[in-house]
């Protein structure tokens, strides 16, 4: 049996006081590994770059302080691999062969939108730069989601700006208030605080490993009012501020189906995620919000969510057996901002599978987070807020969490205060040992990210037995 320190045992009494016995939800308390089921995990290594929220308008110069490391730690918490980078990141994949694919925040974006990023590039596991692509110009620049395709190419979401006559000559009304000549004031603005003018619709480029455009398809292409197209008019109420703005449809994710030959994407502000056809660049399915499109009905005043399920959603992923997942915010939700992860069968419009706590403000977070489901069934859920990394199994028992304790690349904590530094991540994945990524690849422990802080689940374990995470 081990002893608690002084210091363990004060810091623990003040968690335990604040946090349930199940998982962690306290926005104060322990950082680091939190809870570990050897008998219940998925088995493996968890990949994650913290990302602080820009707290400045002025994008150009840079004013986030995020890391400029890619960290990958063991299921006991101990790093075992680092890259280092010349940019603060957005968030980054691992690659099956090794090489790590990263989207990273460059001087000169155009807008200030959260998730612009504006450069993806492409590591090898020794950090040499083996491949980028910039989409960063007064009139585009990239943002959120990207995918390696089978073929090589890479898919990549950009922001494209359509001026105010452009927008009205495409039929947008020039009494909406959203919408203007001369630009808006804050937080529809560009770099250095200067105002937007008109709107900057999504769209998605795929690349070649040469730097070419292979396919694109335009939200600008797809206007119009029928179920397979984008209303130039439709947006969310002004109440909900930079939601209804120059920043009109926000994409977050974009995934490419290679068994069906299409592509899923995400948007936030539409809350409804699209399956678009490669070969027919038809939208081809489409759920979340059938208001947008006049097949519902919209949210009416307090407590009345209407027919929208989404809302403020990101990450949409592919799984196997053809369903869809996505991580459900539940920004602005009339009936409550709650969070949720679903499973959608998309040949039904069912959800299969969902998590969300009873109190339903568990591991809320308003913006970003992801889901990623585990081949063993589990899930890994990403709660970007407070840092909260977590896995739950397909019963909704918490067997694996990790906070965050890392703010930038020189501050590490063992317990978030208040007065702490943001200790955000906007997606972590975990990849099982058996991934080709690891193949012949040193994976020593080589200590933890917060050194010298106590052992947190296991002083949890011995203040709450050995299966309280599984509660």
């Not at 028992?397 to 007065?419: F, G, H």
Request: with cysteine; aromatic share 12%; glycine share 8%.
């Amino acid at each position: 049996m081990f002893r608690l320190t002084s210091l363990a045992t004060a810091l623990l009494s003040l968690f335990m006081l604040s946090a349930p016995a199940s998982a962690y939800e306290a926005i104060t308390g322990p950082l680091g590994l939190l809870a570990y089921d050897k008998a219940k995990a998925y088995d493996g290594y968890t990949l994650f770059t913290p990302h602080t929220k820009v707290s400045s308008w002025i994008v150009d110069k840079i004013q986030d302080p995020g890391s400029r490391k890619t960290y990958l730690i063991d299921m006991e918490g101990n790093i075992v691999h680092t890259w280092k980078h010349d940019h603060p990141a957005f968030y980054a994949e691992l690659l099956p062969n090794g090489n790590l694919l990263r989207a990273e925040k460059i001087a000169g974006s155009p807008v200030n939108f959260g998730g612009w990023y504006g450069l993806l590039r492409e590591y090898a596991w020794d950090g040499k730069v083996v491949w980028e692509y910039k989409v960063s110009n007064p009139r585009q620049i990239a943002h959120h989601g990207f995918d390696r395709l089978p073929n090589g190419n890479t898919a990549i979401l950009i922001w494209e700006n359509k001026t105010y006559d452009e927008a009205l000559a495409k039929g947008r009304d020039p009494k909406d208030k959203a919408l203007s000549r001369n630009g808006m004031p804050a937080p529809g603005q560009g770099p250095d605080g200067q105002p937007l003018q008109g709107i900057w619709p999504d769209a998605i480029l795929e690349v070649t490993p040469k730097g070419e455009i292979a396919w694109e398809w335009h939200v600008w292409d797809n206007i119009g009012t029928g179920p397979d197209q984008i209303d130039i008019n439709w947006h969310l109420p002004l109440s909900m501020g930079y939601f209804a703005r120059a920043d009109w449809t926000h994409w977050n994710s974009v995934r490419y189906n290679a068994k069906t030959d299409q592509y899923a994407v995400n948007s936030r502000d539409f809350g409804e995620i699209y399956i678009i056809d490669r070969k027919t660049k038809k939208i081809v399915w489409r759920y979340g919000n059938p208001a947008t499109h006049g097949m519902g009905k919209a949210p009416s005043g307090y407590h009345d969510d209407g027919d929208q399920v989404l809302f403020g959603s990101h990450d949409v992923e592919w799984l196997p057996n053809g369903n869809i997942s996505i991580f459900n915010n539940g920004t602005h939700r009339p009936s409550a901002n709650r969070s949720s992860v679903m499973e959608i069968n998309p040949a039904t419009n069912q959800v299969v599978w969902q998590y969300e706590t009873k109190d339903h403000n568990s591991f809320y977070s308003d913006f970003q987070s992801a889901a990623q489901k585990l081949p063993n069934g589990n899930w890994f859920i990403t709660s970007t807020n407070n840092g909260h990394l977590f896995e739950v199994t397909p019963d909704k028992q918490v067997v694996w969490e990790y906070n965050n304790p890392i703010s930038t690349d020189d501050q590490a904590y063992c317990v978030k205060r208040d007065d702490n530094p943001e200790t955000q991540v906007h997606r972590a994945y975990r990849y099982g040992k058996d991934f080709p990524a690891f193949a012949g690849k040193d994976l020593k422990p080589q200590g933890k990210l917060a050194a010298g802080c106590p052992d947190w689940h296991l002083l949890l374990e011995f203040r709450q037995g050995p299966n309280f995470s599984s509660k």
